[in-house]
């Protein structure tokens, strides 16, 4: 542990978490590739809970201060923490779905927004800004950098690709022995601040980008966060740490080899 709590991770602890986030991933990817029109969220639910014990783990968001479900599904102008229900998809939505597991008691966590069927170009490129920012963050990280440098480049990526709202009440997180620890990694802010990059820190990114205000509000289920003047919303997560070669993202199936090098970042996996 160092800098106010922070948990900095052994090598086979950090293994661990791969095996998590390996979880989390292929537990998205069949998601991904599952939602289609007329589907419920509920149904989505099943799969991703059925999918995660197959593998070996166990979910940490089921029961977490409560939430019911498994993944979060966010559908439209829904930002984060939507509750799993009868809610059915229709051609032209989007869902977002976030996600995580445990393996012997270290955890992963990510998300991603698919589209269901064909949807407008403005939300498809919704979508592209936001995982994008979301690789701009990972990218940016350095060993002796500090957690602002994925904040202010997540932040750069948004502004620089139009006229999009940045959420900036729900942040990015430390993660290991529990879901959600220090420090946060917020979605904006000036490079140069906050602690610093180490090996064995884990951190989750997870830009949430909507087509209007950034302004949100909390349902009357006390989870789901959405956009007070209506606007879609697209949010993407990956969990990552830096070895002394790079950045290797935990709950990327490839461990982020693809798109780190079109990006020109070192990869930092085995």
Request: aromatic share 6%.
């Amino acid at each position: 542990m160092f800098d106010r709590g922070i948990e900095i991770k052994t090598p086979a602890q950090i293994e661990s978490m791969r095996q998590a986030g390996l979880i989390v991933g292929t537990t998205l990817e069949t998601l991904r590739h599952t939602v289609r029109a007329g589907m419920t969220t509920a149904e989505l639910d099943v799969i991703a809970h059925d999918h995660i014990r197959s593998q070996g783990g166990t979910s940490n968001f089921l029961g977490y201060h409560g939430f019911p479900g498994v993944i979060c599904t966010s559908v439209n102008d829904e930002i984060v923490h939507g509750i799993p229900g009868t809610s059915t998809l229709v051609d032209g939505d989007i869902i977002s779905i976030d996600c995580g597991a445990i393996v012997d008691g270290w955890h992963g966590d990510a998300a991603i927004t698919v589209a269901v069927g064909e949807v407008a170009a403005e939300v498809r490129e919704l979508m592209r800004v936001t995982e994008e920012a979301l690789w701009q963050g990972i990218a940016a990280a350095r060993l002796k950098g500090h957690v602002s440098d994925i904040s202010h480049a997540v932040e750069a990526s948004i502004d620089a690709a139009g006229d999009y709202g940045i959420v900036e009440g729900y942040t990015g997180h430390g993660i290991g022995s529990a879901m959600h620890q220090p420090p946060n990694v917020p979605n904006v802010g000036r490079a140069g601040r906050g602690p610093k990059l180490v090996t064995g820190l884990v951190l989750a990114v997870e830009p949430m980008v909507s087509l209007g205000s950034p302004e949100n509000h909390t349902l009357d289920d006390g989870w789901t966060a959405v956009t007070t003047d209506g606007s879609w919303a697209a949010h993407y997560e990956h969990t990552f740490t830096l070895t002394d070669r790079g950045a290797w993202v935990l709950t990327a199936l490839d461990g982020g080899r693809e798109r780190l090098a079109a990006l020109g970042v070192p990869y930092g996996g085995p």
